[in-house]
């Protein structure tokens, strides 16, 4: 979880200067390593920008070698200094996707970042309270700080920036890696190693702007210890993303765990709608999950999710923008932090599903897949757990669901029933998972219907929609033509 860049290190990983003494001015060269901290593994592939307030001196601008080295030279020794330090991402021209921003973040963190907020577990670490704070205002919430985790681990979409007092984004806080000027821990070794409710980095003057890209920091010849930084990945309270070489003492480690999944033999005859029932055979002492399928849109459409029999389950726990590529999530967590079991044959949730074409083998219809995410289930101190997923078949419809006409052209209603009066969010999106659209309406119980006449702009083409209460949840297909 943490990166250390530090001038000076008591493990002889340093930075230092070296000055050159003329009459009249005195430079400074730095030779430093990016490393983890708590070890000696240097950290290559990280860029560290330095500009002096001379106009006169040039910036440095420095990727750390495999070691996790860098050389600026030619500073002023004793002056203001500009830096960013940044690891390049992993889209076109260094842009950070969801690859970099999930890397780390799993559903046991929102477990801890839960424990924290409920005072069972307080996170102590001054680092992991700073992982937590996804939006930066000192105070970690489920709203602000859970919910868009979940939403990033869902592959719904991406945590907003941080923001400014007039609600403008702080500049670099809109990056999955964050870093603190080691002149703070430097000078505040409790707040940010023990912190307390009175002693954590959130009282360290400048809070977040301190993590902004570009701030500046005054260099004294007489002071080289408080010049590096620390990295902070947002969200992963644990310390397992793919730099930390296994830092944190409570990451899962045990990945030889393997969830053991099997699949029904029946036949489903095109235009059957069927419950897909995710039963449990070995769920033992679990805190919390997360599940990855391909799940083929060629062969079934998903018409709306059900929860089963674990405590806490909502809508929210599902991730259903990307199934125009085969792709479905899940994750829970316990709502208390504490760990449950199941009986055997009890149920996790359910699908709502329609046969698009006759489905002899559902092998090729539903398959769990740790490329779309990992499947993992954990025990309360993190390590991983082995479960048993099954399912099994219900062919019964269980709220009518769809949209008219089918095609359609500027105008469709979108059909559906309720079990109680309820608030509802109604979404559609695209084949790659984008939002086009949201309305929020109140609607009655029983059958309801919700025209969209807001099309413009959009292409032809498929358009899914999600219907989405705090209990129930729809989902369609419909095709808009000319």
Known sequence: MFIHLSILSFRMLALFFVFQCSPSTSFAQFLGFVQFEGTTTGMGGVNVFLDPADPNTDPCDETTNFLGGFACSNFISAGSITADVTIPGTGPGGSFTFDDWDDGVT???LVLITRHILNTQPLENGYRLLAADVNGDTAITTGLDIIPLRKLILNIELPPPVLDSLDNPIAGLDKPWRWVPEYLPFGNPTFFANSTGTQTPFTVGGYPYYLATNWSFNVFASNTLDNGFDGVKVGDVSGNNSHSNGFAGNETTDRSVLMNFSTPTDFIEEGTVFHLIFRTDNFRDIVGYQMGFNL??????VLGVEPGDLPGFSPDNFGLTR??????????IDPEGKSRSLEEGQSLFTLRLKATKPIFDFSRVISRSDEILQNEFYHPEGNLAEAGIYLDIQKQASGLVGNHPNPFTNETSLTFELEEPSAAVVTIYDTQGKVLRTWR????????????????????????????????????????VD
Do not use: H, P
């Open 441 to 480: 309406e109140f609607f009655e119980g029983g059958y309801n219907e919700f025209t969209i006449t807001d099309f413009e702009g959009l292409a032809n083409g498929i358009i899914f929609f999600i219907v989405a209460t705090d209990t129930q949840l729809f989902s369609g297909k419909m095709i808009k």
């Open 323 to 332: 199934l125009g590529q085969d792709e479905f999530r899940t994750l829970w």
């Open 296 to 301: 083929s849109a060629l062969d079934v459409e």
């Open 107 to 109: 559903t046991f963190d």
